[in-house]
């Protein structure tokens, strides 16, 4: 039996998959969360094969809630699920360490197929998406290019971003001001086509930028 933990936080489509998962012949639904604050927590304590997790969860994102998953039980599956099928959100989550990757449209059966393709080590995705990854990395070579025109000083501010340091300390650090930090930060996302600094981290510890 595979061990499946849910995390969704609409609750028509929990109590929907909550169904699916537990109707389904080889597998047992074993935690049902509509957060994911806990997600390090609940995975010590439930020991599931297969995490099924919504990409767009309150507190952290499904994205965030992968990467910390994967860093501490990196043995342990994950697929995705969500509304979209826009590219940064699909690479984030592959990136996150998602073997999976499946519509919200998709019927129950396609959730369990996934759910089985997962565990089995493959990676379920649907048509649509797989044509994107497909897409995504065949023009990879091309934005690595892209991330050679950082400058020096916008790769003083990422690696000390990568470190830890909050907007403030890198100022400091760096001896410039915040507005400083600030302009170097907008133009560093621009060029790794990201919008957050945790996505600017997880690109730089990707393509070993720093």
């Given at each position: 039996m595979i061990r499946v933990?849910?995390?969704?936080?609409?609750?028509?489509?929990?109590?929907?998959?909550?169904?699916?998962?537990?109707?389904?012949?080889?597998?047992?639904?074993?935690?049902?969360h509509e957060k994911a604050v806990d997600i390090l927590e609940n995975t010590r304590k439930e020991k599931p094969d297969v995490i099924l997790l919504d990409i767009q969860m309150p507190g952290i994102s499904g994205i965030e809630a992968a990467l910390l998953v994967k860093e501490k039980y990196p043995y342990i599956q994950i697929c995705m699920q969500t509304v979209f099928e826009d590219n940064e959100k699909i690479f984030a989550a592959i990136c996150a360490g998602a073997s999976g990757y499946i519509l919200k449209a998709s019927p129950p059966e396609k959730y369990v197929d996934a759910i089985i393709d997962t565990y089995q080590g493959g990676s379920a995705m649907s048509p649509s998406i797989a044509r994107k990854v497909l897409s995504m990395f065949q023009n990879q070579n091309a934005r690595v290019k892209e991330f050679v025109e950082l400058t020096a000083?916008?790769?003083?501010?990422?690696?000390?971003?990568?470190k830890g340091l909050s907007y403030k300390l890198i100022a400091s650090e760096l001896n410039i001001s915040f507005p400083t930090v600030n302009f170097h930060l907008k133009n560093i996302y621009k060029k790794l086509h990201v919008n957050s600094a945790n996505e600017a981290i997880r690109m730089a510890m990707q393509n070993k930028l720093v």
């Open positions: 933990s849910l995390y969704e936080d609409v609750c028509d489509i929990r109590e929907l998959l909550e169904e699916t998962i537990s109707t389904a012949s080889d597998m047992v639904l074993i935690g049902s000083s916008e790769k003083k501010v990422l690696d000390l971003l990568v």
